[in-house]
Nanobody
């Protein structure tokens, strides 16, 4: 069973940037499609971005297109989410996910506020 651990969240002003990381245990990471989701207070968890196992294909929610970039380094068992031009509505707990499974990390808090 793969275990996922996120990091990199924090408090940032609008327009700022953060880079989230998701480190996975186990060799299955490199053959897995992986995704980022987020959950704002009082709202349902929503899809943010997804990346295929080799990293050649990515897809984004419309709300983050052009601002966020998902990537991965299979040699390090790590997935990233570079977030630029952050907005207050990007606030939430960001989780990584082995796509279409119940394997989730514990999440990392991102707060965008002045």
């Amino acid at each position: 069973q793969v275990r996922l651990v996120e990091s990199g969240g924090g408090l940032v002003q609008p327009g700022g940037s953060l880079r989230l990381s998701c480190v996975a245990s186990g060799s299955i990471f490199r053959v897995s499609t992986m995704a980022w989701y987020r959950q704002a207070p009082g709202k349902q968890r929503e899809f943010v971005a997804v990346i295929t196992s080799g990293g050649s294909t990515t897809n984004y929610a419309d709300s983050v297109k052009g601002r966020f970039t998902i990537s991965r380094d299979n040699a390090k068992n790590t997935m990233y989410l570079q977030m630029n031009s952050l907005k207050p509505e990007d606030t939430g707990v960001y989780h990584c996910n082995k796509h279409h499974t119940d394997v989730w990390g514990q999440g990392t808090q991102v707060t965008v506020s002045s």
